[in-house]
């Protein structure tokens, strides 16, 4: 007797008023990230800084691309168009799916500017922690490794709150965007932040693009591409 298979997680995109709930679960998702924690060496303050931090990104994939999530947002995961003149590092990483990382309104990669975040936006995302110069440094390196002169669809998070870590909402959500990736004949790109999440982007079709982001004295971020498949 055949067994039966679980369902699907439903993925959908995020409502403007689920911007705060987002911004929590990427705070907490991100806690244990080894480049978060490099970031934000007190895990005190950590907790506190990271919902403005990531909340900067957040509204960036609002306002500029789009944001997936799960139906009762325990999972999310965050996209940017980047044309192919602007190509301009965030800081941020992508990490394993289903354990926290480092997937608004929907504009299908056709809004006027899109891309990265501006200059502005990395202005943010240092404000959100005053004198924080390890701020600076991820996004000026991750800035000089992110790819230029293509156009593609960029990750900065994808995250499942701890608690729901292993129920295949990371992958769901990745699965989803791909098959629009796949569909308008669009590459990716992210930054994977452990061997482990490396490990399961290569599955997933990506490529390391040769040379690691090494932050000084601490860890290193692989920027990974895939191409669309056929």
């Given at each position: 007797?055949?067994?039966?298979?679980?369902?699907?997680?439903?993925?959908?995109?995020?409502?403007?008023?689920?911007?705060?709930?987002?911004?929590?679960?990427?705070?907490?998702?991100?806690?244990?990230?080894?480049?978060?924690?490099?970031v934000?060496?007190d895990?005190?303050?950590?907790?506190?800084?990271?919902?403005?931090f990531?909340?900067?990104?957040?509204?960036a994939?609002?306002?500029?691309?789009?944001?997936?999530?799960?139906?009762?947002?325990?999972?999310?995961?965050?996209?940017?168009?980047?044309?192919?003149?602007?190509?301009?590092?965030?800081?941020?990483?992508?990490?394993?799916?289903?354990?926290?990382?480092?997937?608004?309104?929907?504009?299908?990669?056709?809004?006027?500017?899109?891309?990265?975040?501006?200059?502005?936006?990395?202005?943010?995302?240092?404000?959100?922690?005053?004198?924080?110069?390890?701020?600076?440094?991820?996004?000026?390196?991750t800035?000089?490794?992110?790819p230029?002169?293509?156009?593609?669809y960029?990750?900065?998070?994808?995250?499942?709150?701890?608690?729901?870590?292993?129920?295949g909402?990371?992958?769901?959500?990745?699965?989803?965007?791909?098959?629009?990736?796949?569909?308008?004949?669009?590459?990716?790109?992210?930054?994977?932040?452990?061997?482990?999440?490396?490990?399961?982007?290569?599955r997933?079709?990506?490529?390391?693009?040769?040379?690691?982001?090494?932050?000084?004295?601490?860890?290193?971020l692989?920027?990974?591409?895939?191409?669309?498949?056929?």
């Open positions: 007797m055949d067994q039966p298979t679980a369902a699907q997680p439903t993925i959908r995109r995020a409502r403007p008023e689920e911007r705060d709930a987002i911004a929590r679960l990427l705070g907490e998702a991100f806690m244990d990230d080894p480049v978060s924690g490099w934000f060496p895990e005190t303050h950590r907790r506190t800084a990271h919902p403005r990531f909340g900067v990104m957040l509204d994939a609002l306002r500029e691309g789009w944001v997936d999530v799960s139906e009762d947002v325990s999972a999310a995961a965050l996209w940017l168009p980047v044309p192919a003149e602007e190509a301009h590092g965030t800081g941020s990483t992508a990490d394993d799916p289903d354990a926290g990382a480092h997937d608004g309104s929907d504009r299908d990669g056709d809004g006027d500017d899109g891309g990265e975040p501006t200059d502005e936006t990395a202005e943010l995302l240092a404000a959100a922690d005053p004198g924080n110069e390890r701020v600076v440094t991820v996004a000026r390196l800035g000089e490794a992110h230029t002169g293509t156009a593609h960029y990750l900065p998070a994808v995250v499942a709150a701890p608690c729901r870590q292993s129920a909402l990371g992958g769901a959500l990745l699965a989803s965007a791909l098959d629009r990736c796949d569909r308008e004949r669009m590459p990716a790109y992210l930054e994977a932040s452990n061997t482990r999440s490396k490990a399961l982007y290569e997933l079709g990506f490529v390391f693009c040769g040379r690691t982001v090494d932050l000084p004295g601490g860890p290193s692989w920027p990974m591409w895939r191409e669309p498949r056929a």
